[in-house]
């Protein structure tokens, strides 16, 4: 257990965020990084509990949280990027926008705040890139079996890497025109700026995965053809499929679907040429149908784009401020919430 009056002596600290008047003006990300000491004693709070509810129950890829917690505050910053790297492959992308069930599963969150566990993943990845500790891990031994991944999102990518490092001979292909799906055209830079996915690029690569961008698996490649070249063919195409509404209204022009407004903001960052009338905020009285995290990316995207008003409509009632006895924890508790967007 990293400190065993941890949890009585030091509250909660969030990491800080870019101040609001600041961070509207531009789509850099707007999370910063708590100081060595605070995330020390953020480390701290963590009571390495007998049955670790972070791990068993809140997290989806098991990540060995009271383990890292523990390494942190130690300053075994090494080591803790092993423990983390032993189950996600991509910790810079969850520490950044994972919804962090971990966190509302943590039992301190029973009578007090819970450990900030995902920015403590945020800091020891980011560290280790910063040490030089994040190297290419190219297989020893080939096994000169080739496979094919039909999508790049986190999905295809994490299953590329996996492949390639057994010794696989390991092809990514997207129908899209850059790797990493909804990463890269649907979460907004603010959140998670791009250099971030083109990194973890470079060391795929690196561990001999190839990218080839612009194919359409059962368009462009027959999967007759997949079949015939390749021992497997790993499906990681994503949902892709937005939701309609079918209400009067919906063929009136200035409706689009969410993910076609925020790639088009993302393109842009990229220095993509847009089409002549992209899709803009900008002087408009904008309204954002659904109240969940998409919904306020489009918030996000069109207080900075310059919308003169924006309104968010959600169909559910509001949730109460605290769990309600019908949901305890370690449930994912169903409370109201306010984005960074929001605010
Ligand atoms: C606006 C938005 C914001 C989000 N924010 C968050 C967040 O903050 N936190 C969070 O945890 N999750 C968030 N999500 C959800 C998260 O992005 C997804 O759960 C995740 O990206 C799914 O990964 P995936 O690899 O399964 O699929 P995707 O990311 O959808 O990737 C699938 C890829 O497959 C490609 N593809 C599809 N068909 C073919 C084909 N036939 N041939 C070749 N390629 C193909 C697609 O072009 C795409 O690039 C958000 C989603 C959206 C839409
Ligand atoms: S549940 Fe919370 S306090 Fe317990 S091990 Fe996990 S992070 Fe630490």
């Not at 004693?41 to 997290?59: E, I, K, L, N």
Request: glycine share 8%.
């Amino acid at each position: 257990m990293a400190k065993t009056t941890g949890f009585l002596e030091y509250t909660r600290e969030d990491a800080p965020k870019r101040l609001v008047h600041q961070r509207v003006k531009d789509f850099r990300e707007l999370e910063q990084l708590l100081s060595d000491d605070k995330l020390h004693r953020q480390a701290a709070r963590c009571m390495d509990c007998g049955v670790p509810s972070c791990h068993t129950y809140g997290c989806p890829v098991e990540n060995r949280i009271p383990d890292f917690n523990d390494l942190v505050y130690r300053n075994h910053w090494r080591r803790a990027l092993d423990v983390l790297h032993s189950t996600n492959n991509f910790p810079e992308f969850t520490g950044r926008v994972c919804p962090a069930p971990c966190e509302s599963a943590c039992t301190l969150g029973i009578n007090q705040p819970p450990v900030t566990i995902k920015h403590i993943e945020l800091q020891i990845i980011e560290k280790g890139f910063k040490e030089g500790w994040v190297e290419a891990e190219p297989p020893a031994v080939k096994t000169g079996k080739r496979i094919a991944i039909a999508g790049s999102g986190p999905a295809g990518m994490a299953a590329a890497q996996q492949l390639a490092r057994r010794g696989h001979d390991v092809v990514l292909m997207e129908r899209s025109d850059r790797i990493g799906g909804l990463l890269r055209y649907g979460i907004p830079d603010f959140k998670l700026e791009k250099w971030v996915i083109d990194r973890r690029i470079e060391q795929m690569a690196k561990e001999g995965v190839i990218f080839e961008t612009g194919v359409e698996v059962g368009k462009d490649l027959s999967v007759r053809y997949l079949q015939r070249s390749f021992n497997a063919v790993v499906l990681a195409a994503g949902a892709s499929v937005p939701r309609d509404l079918n209400v009067p209204g919906r063929d009136l022009q200035g409706i689009h679907f969410a993910l076609d407004f925020l790639a088009q903001q993302n393109k842009a960052i990229a220095g993509d040429e847009l089409p002549q009338e992209p899709i803009s905020a900008r002087d408009k009285h904008v309204v954002v149908i659904g109240g969940g995290d998409t919904g306020s990316d489009c918030v996000g995207v069109s207080i900075r784009q310059g919308a003169r008003s924006i309104t968010q409509i959600e169909l559910l009632p509001k949730p109460p401020q605290q769990r309600s006895p019908r949901n305890p924890w370690p449930e994912w508790p169903n409370v109201l919430r306010t984005s960074s967007s929001q605010q």
